[in-house]
């Protein structure tokens, strides 16, 4: 099992229940991007950012957009935002026994790609709509740490997730704002277009289709402009209204 220091020295100013509850993935991702004059915990308003940097606030968030929705809201009042998502682009399996000790270690068949960014930007795509709002994806190469206790999924045969540990940081790709995703439509997509040919145009499911028109819609990128038969038809909103 791989152990890599991500550790930069800077201080943390308020070690509460924030900390308690990050996960190593979480911290280290933080550590790995601070830098020398950034501030860490810091008490913002009722909140606890995790970087402050000159004006901006910082928030690292590895999963679950939700629970990070109302402060995002409320913090972008006043303050430029940015949020800072990790997606895993390879992923090593690490299989612990009940003793702790290494029963073996696996390369994830699974790859994330850029385009999983609407997997969790779909529980808030209009913050993107925010001039004081920005999203920087981070893709990484981790370990999942499993452990054989019994209580974990039937899918991993009763192995529950016990941790998991930044291994590197290959890429980092910042949306500025939302006429940045415009990136993702492809150049000769057909208009109108359904969620089966974006589909077929970027070799994805079709529900991941529906992901991102759900959110490029809510940007303002998009637009419904009617339906064949049951099928929505959209096409590029060039007028952003």
């Known amino acids: 099992m791989m152990k890599k220091q991500w550790n930069n020295g800077i201080k943390e100013e308020h070690r509460g229940i924030n ?6 993935l979480h911290n280290q991702i933080k550590q790995w991007y601070a830098q ?24 690292i968030q590895t999963k ?7 402060k995002i809201k409320n913090l972008i009042i006043d303050y430029p935002v940015r949020l800072v998502y990790p997606i895993c682009e390879e992923k090593w399996i690490v299989t612990l026994g009940r003793d702790g000790e290494v029963i073996s270690r696996r390369k994830s068949p699974k790859k994330g790609k ?3 960014c ?19 994806i981070l893709m990484i190469k981790a ?19 016990y941790d998991k540990i930044l291994l590197d ?5 910042v949306f500025e704002s939302k006429d940045d995703f415009a990136s993702f439509l492809p150049d000769h997509l057909p208009q109108p277009f359904t969620n089966k040919s974006l ?11 529906r992901r991102m028109t759900y959110c490029l819609k809510k940007m303002k990128l998009i637009r419904e402009v009617g339906k064949q038969g049951n099928t929505i038809l959209y096409e590029i909103n060039t007028s952003n209204d």
């Open 114 to 116: 850029l385009l999983d």
């Open 64 to 70: 679950n957009f939700s629970s990070i929705r109302s």
């Open 143 to 161: 370990e999942e740490i499993r452990c054989f206790d019994g209580k974990g999924s039937w899918r991993r045969k009763g192995a529950s997730i």
């Open 19 to 24: 900390i308690q509850n990050e996960g190593s």
């Open 118 to 136: 609407f997997n969790e930007l779909i529980r808030c795509p209009e913050v993107m709509n925010e001039e004081n709002f920005s999203l920087e």
């Open 36 to 59: 020398k004059e950034d501030r860490l915990e810091v008490k913002v308003g009722r909140y606890i950012v995790d970087i402050v940097r000159q004006n901006q606030l910082i928030e």
């Open 199 to 209: 589909s077929k145009y970027l070799d994805i499911s079709i529900p991941q289709a």
């Open 169 to 173: 940081v290959s890429q980092s790709i």
